[in-house]
């Protein structure tokens, strides 16, 4: 599920590839022309769904000329994103900003 909450977006329960579809959609609504921090603090699980969730995140904002970065980004989502060679394209923060 994810709610906004002024610039940020709260992300919480499953990302995986069973449960993205809705998250997705929800992602890839304009975010634009501001800074936005995507919370990651209460993700349950994540797998690779969860980078390309991620990776949409980021171009979407990208396409309408704002920012976006990850806030409390789970160990495991990181070690993902490292593993498909993504972590350094996503701005990754383990403290909320």
């Known amino acids: 599920m994810i709610r906004r909450e002024g610039d940020r977006l709260i992300v919480s329960g499953r990302l995986t590839m069973d449960s993205i579809g809705a998250s997705f959609n929800d992602a890839m609504q304009p975010l634009e022309g501001k800074s936005w921090t995507v919370d990651l603090a209460q993700v349950e699980a994540a797998d690779s769904a969860a980078v390309s969730l991620l990776l ?4 979407n904002a990208q396409r309408h000329d704002a920012r976006v970065a990850f806030a ?7 070690s993902l994103a490292g593993l498909y060679g993504v972590a350094d394209a996503l701005p990754l923060n383990h403290s909320p900003q």
């Open 72 to 78: 409390n980004v789970p160990d495991n989502l990181r």
């Open 56 to 59: 949409g995140w980021l171009r």
